[in-house]
């Protein structure tokens, strides 16, 4: 189910660095978190969703959460807009 939520999403936030710009300004309402990735990665985006209130959801891995989102590498993160 999280996968399809992903795929069906118009325009999604891929990657640490855009979902963190994008949780700052406070234009999230879920975040995508693959159990895989390595903690360094996904921490600081774990903790800005816990203070903002963003729902977070985790996946199984990267590689899948790349995949439905159109890219042809994995993604640790991957957050939805408002």
């Known amino acids: 189910m999280s996968y399809e939520k992903v795929e069906q999403a118009m325009n999604p936030i891929i ?9 700052h ?3 999230v309402k879920e ?3 693959a159990e895989d990735a390595d903690l360094r ?4 985006a774990l903790e800005v969703a ?10 199984e891995s990267m590689k899948r959460l790349g995949k439905a989102c ?8 991957v957050a939805l807009r408002k």
Do not use: C, F, P, S
């Open 25 to 27: 300004a406070r234009l």
């Open 70 to 77: 159109g890219i042809e590498v994995g993604a640790a993160t």
């Open 31 to 33: 975040l995508y978190v």
């Open 50 to 59: 816990k203070h903002t209130d963003v729902t977070v959801v985790y996946v």
């Open 15 to 23: 990657g640490k660095k855009q979902t963190l710009k994008a949780l």
């Open 41 to 44: 990665i996904t921490q600081e």
